[in-house]
């Protein structure tokens, strides 16, 4: 009983040792950063300040009572729901599409290029892009809309409190559906052929072959895209600065361009920390969550 | 063995460069002005500098304007402060003299040599409880600049007082001519207008016992003047072109050059890009925001700020960073300076008609016969109340916030901050 341990642990000493670098990176600039900031967020100081002031919870409780954090939180659930519907539900069946043989494969390979050339473009890049195009007046699609006669459509999209989030949310889908829906033809073609092929032969329809077939069959990857573009919906922040700055007037904030403002616009450190600490917990639960589910599988 | 050695000599070879370097005094140097203008600028006046003081290395980087403000907050907050740093006047220039992490310079600049460089008005806004924190090392200002052409066209002239200004937007506006081209996306444009007005509005001593959060708590930020002033910015939203919020300022400026708007309020540091566009064609001039007949405020403040550099109060080798400073500060180095940039120099003397354009000296011109400066908004109130009147830019424009509203909340943001200091 007492020997066991020795030796198990001389078999798990080998192991510790292969793990320990990665480890000890991971405490140096993952646990411990992440310690240190929800220090940070009980403090209240500046970038210039030589001290800091302990101020208890009180960044949290000027946090939830703070207008602007609703906003942003409303803003990245939008975020998270419309990106769901694009990027799983959309994508996924862009990807049954070409892979079932419907167009020649010449056409199906140029579409899946076409759609999947966005996601390597920088996001800054894009972003700069589609504010020219949607630039009032002068950009290509305000002229289009009047061209074709729906002047009254033609509105300043990233100018309007009303239209600007949702603007930035729909590029955010047009950049990334594309590579979404690359990684779902992979999950598809990891489904046996003849499985198709019977479904086929009972004269199935497409919807039923897509629904009862295709879906569980690419189950796992679902999942795993699903947390991915939810997490990614809740760290949002370059495509937002880029594009609107979260204005106008705050209109389309999320929570990290609240916490980059808060720590490089107004000089509140310990009060941004708060809302770091908030989008860390935030993001733990979602991944707890997914590990429970994967388990369950 | 072989690469035991090798590495061996190279680490040697790296040790003897070090050392090599520790010779030479590092003097560390950041400014945001990376344009390349601007670059073959300061490129050659630190090789100058270099060669005349072979034992000093500056070790010069450069950022854009926006993220400028957010790496000298982290170099702040991480105690790398460069030796000598570039700043804003006002407040964004005061917190950190206010915080003590600024190199005084009250009596290095009393020295001989800098004698007479700068006029108070460059130097004032570069101080803070009487200590000069920053040497200044350009002016600008703001002017409503206009196309002859277009005004020629509507058989208009400029404007002696605010109420003819808004008459002459009127008249544009009916003859289907866009008065005013406008980009409000980074809202920073909105408190040149707002400042200007403000400034126009409130009398001067009000505003800046205001500004600096040194009013009594019941009267702070309650003249009527600011109202007032949002509501005439509101107003003026009748004669921007469509879309303000969505327009980035470059943009609206290529619209106002390529001569497909009457007027824009452009700063004196832009003039130099004006050659060589439809606007240089149709033939320029520009014009001060106009009196308000019966405001309270001062009626001759031009909005525009001095910008300089500062030296950190960590550094350990003021003497020689403060050396720097004073050579390219020098009445020749100015001069290279306006020839190469297009920019106006702080130095007195550095704008003639031998350095720049006509306009650009008019401009300095215009400059020297206002009272003062009203500093740029954004960098002269505290940060917190600076950032409402920023967002309150672009809601005032698009209906989603009133004026009452927005002073109060500066009030209540600015009563805040008073408490901490």
Redesign the interface.
């Known amino acids: 009983m007492s020997r066991r341990p020795t030796a198990t642990f001389r078999q798990s000493l080998t192991g510790w040792l292969w793990v320990a670098p990665t480890l000890l990176f991971l405490v140096l600039f993952v646990y411990g950063p992440a310690l240190a900031n929800i220090r940070y967020s009980l403090f209240s100081f500046s970038a210039m300040s030589q001290s800091k002031t302990f101020v208890g919870l009180a960044n949290y409780s000027q946090l939830f009572g703070d207008p602007l954090f609703i906003t942003a939180l409303t803003n990245n659930i939008a975020y998270a729901v419309i990106s769901v519907i694009f990027q799983v539900a959309f994508a996924l069946t862009l990807a049954a599409v070409l892979e079932a043989k419907i167009f020649p494969s010449f056409a199906a390979n140029s579409f899946r290029t076409m759609l999947f050339l966005p996601s390597i473009l920088p996001v800054v890049v894009v972003g700069l892009i589609w504010q020219l195009l949607l630039a009032p007046t002068m950009g290509l699609i305000d002229q289009a809309l009047w061209e074709m006669g729906l002047g009254e459509w033609s509105r300043a999209w990233l100018g309007d409190p009303d239209t600007a989030i949702f603007t930035v949310i729909m590029v955010s889908q047009w950049q990334w559906t594309g590579y979404i829906m690359a990684l779902f033809m992979v999950a598809i073609r990891a489904i046996p052929r003849d499985l198709y092929e019977a479904m086929e032969l009972e004269g199935a329809s497409g919807a039923r072959i897509f629904f009862n077939l295709t879906v569980p069959g690419a189950r796992e990857t679902i999942l795993i895209v699903t947390i991915i573009t939810i997490l990614g919906s809740l760290k949002v922040f370059d495509i937002v600065w880029v594009m609107t700055a979260g204005g106008p007037n705050h209109s389309s904030e999320v929570l990290g361009t609240l916490m980059y403002r808060a720590a490089f616009r107004d000089d509140t450190i310990g009060y941004s920390s708060s809302i770091a600490t908030v989008i860390f917990f935030i993001a733990l639960t979602i991944g707890v969550v997914q590990i429970k589910l994967q388990k369950d599988h | 063995m072989n690469k035991l050695l090798t590495a061996t000599a190279l680490s040697a070879m790296l040790a003897s460069g070090a050392a090599f370097a520790q010779d030479k005094t590092a003097v560390t140097f950041l400014h945001k002005y990376p344009e390349p203008e601007s670059m073959e600028f300061f490129q050659a006046a630190v090789a100058a500098y270099e060669e005349s003081h072979p034992d000093i290395d500056i070790q010069m980087e450069a950022v854009a304007d926006e993220p400028y ?2 790496k000298i ?2 170099l ?2 991480s105690d790398q402060v460069p030796d000598i740093f570039f700043s804003w006047s006002g407040e964004f220039g005061r ?2 003299a ?4 600024t190199y005084d310079l009250t009596d290095a600049l009393k020295g001989s040599e800098w004698e007479g460089r700068f006029s108070e008005a460059a130097l004032d806004p570069l101080r803070f409880e009487g200590k000069q924190f920053g040497v200044p090392n350009n002016v600008n200002a703001k002017y409503m600049v206009y196309n002859k052409e277009i005004f020629e066209e509507n058989g208009l002239k400029e404007p002696e007082t605010f109420a003819e200004f808004v008459d002459l937007l009127d008249t544009l506006n009916e003859n289907g001519v866009t008065p005013i081209a406008y980009g409000n ?3 920073w444009a909105a408190t040149h207008y707002i400042g200007d007005l403000f400034a126009k509005y409130v009398p001067s001593d009000v505003r800046t016992a205001d500004y600096q959060l040194l009013s009594d708590p019941e009267n702070l930020y309650t003249h009527p003047g600011y109202v007032t002033a949002l509501e005439q910015y509101q107003k003026l939203g009748e004669y921007f ?8 300022h470059a ?1 609206a400026r290529g ?1 106002f050059f390529a001569g497909r708007t009457a007027m824009m309020y452009v700063e004196l540091v832009e003039f130099y890009m004006v050659p060589g566009s439809a606007l240089e064609e149709a033939g320029w001039g520009f014009f001060a925001l106009p009196p308000v007949e019966g405001a309270e405020g001062d009626q001759n403040l031009l909005t525009g700020a001095p910008e300089g550099f500062l030296i950190s109060a960590d550094t350990d080798v003021a003497d020689e960073a403060l050396d720097f400073l004073n050579f390219i500060t020098s009445p020749e180095q100015a001069k290279e300076y306006v020839k190469t940039t297009g920019m106006t120099s702080a130095v007195i003397g550095s704008v003639t008609d031998e350095t720049a354009s006509e306009e650009v000296v008019a401009g300095l011109e215009r400059l020297e016969e206002a009272d003062g400066m009203a500093l740029w908004l954004d960098t002269d109130m505290d ?2 109340s600076a ?1 409402i009147i920023l ?2 830019g ?2 005032l424009l ?1 209906g ?2 009133e004026p009452e509203k927005v002073m109060a909340d500066v009030r209540e943001a600015a009563l805040q901050v008073q408490e901490t200091r």
């Not at chain 2, 206010?98 to 992490?101: E, F, H, Q, V």
Request: aromatic content about 2%; charged content about 25%.
């Open positions: 403000k957010d907050r982290v702040m907050a917190k950190f206010r915080d003590g992490r996306q980074a809202p072109n469509r879309g303000v919020n969505a327009l980035p943009a619209s940060t917190q950032n967002a309150a672009q809601a698009s989603n916030a």
